[in-house]
């Protein structure tokens, strides 16, 4: 099984600022990526496919780089809707999740 | 505009079965692959299954091989996901998602609790 593992597990930030997650594959997973954003209550949305590759109606402040084992989403300025977990996840190999960021306001 | 509502969770006992229900509209439902995943309370995310835009293939995670069976009619828009020998670690939310790997849209899920 290949596992993924994000970090941090909590980020406190202000909206405005620019944050980068990241993740990590415990094998080459290529560019099969792809991060989701829950927030409290609701079901996951796919932000980022194939990396990079916004899903469609997600904002251009989300980016998604990496390649082969290691992995970031950036949000370049924060809003107040983007407080929330996020969660990477290959799809190479079956599918799983990493553990999750949460994104808390500071 | 594209929608799954997921339906059939509730309390059940260890060892018990229930079928979940996911009514789809919005899309053309024969011409995509559907999954299920799962989130145990306050935690992530686990893939459970997923089947064929023809249902003529169909894949599980580990844990539920055997117990599980996902299924579709096409017919009716609809995917199902029987669940027997029902496990306390099977409790979560249950998610009905478009696509085989890649779930680009989900449900709002539908909670399965499975204690005595």
């Known amino acids: 099984e290949i596992v993924m593992t994000q970090s941090p597990a909590t980020l406190s930030v202000s909206p405005g600022e620019r944050v980068t997650l990241s993740c990590r594959a415990s094998?080459?997973?290529?560019?099969?990526l792809a991060w989701y954003q829950q927030r409290p209550g609701q079901a996951p949305r796919l932000l980022i496919h194939?990396?990079?590759t916004r899903a469609t109606g997600i904002p251009a402040r989300f980016s998604g780089s990496g390649s082969g084992t290691e992995f970031t989403l950036t949000i370049s300025s924060l809003q107040s809707e983007d407080f929330a977990v996020y969660y990477c996840?290959?799809?190479?190999?079956?599918?799983?999740f990493g553990q999750g960021t949460k994104l808390e306001i500071k | 505009e594209v929608q799954l509502v997921e339906s059939g969770g509730g309390l059940v006992q260890p060892g018990g079965s229930l079928r979940l229900s996911c009514e789809v509209s919005g899309f053309s439902f024969i011409n995509y692959w559907m999954s299920w995943v799962r989130q145990a309370p306050d935690k992530g995310l686990e893939w459970v299954a997923n089947i064929k835009d023809d249902g003529s293939e169909k894949n599980y995670v580990d844990s539920v091989k055997g117990r599980f069976t996902i299924s579709r009619d096409n017919a009716k828009n609809s995917l199902y996901l029987e669940m027997n020998s029902l496990r306390t670690e099977d409790t979560a939310i249950y998610y009905c998602a478009r696509r085989g790997a890649l779930a680009d849209y989900w449900g709002q899920g539908t909670l399965v609790t499975v204690s005595s």
């Open positions: 996840q290959q799809y190479i190999n079956w599918y799983t």
């Open positions: 194939g990396a990079s």
């Open positions: 094998q080459s997973i290529d560019s099969n």
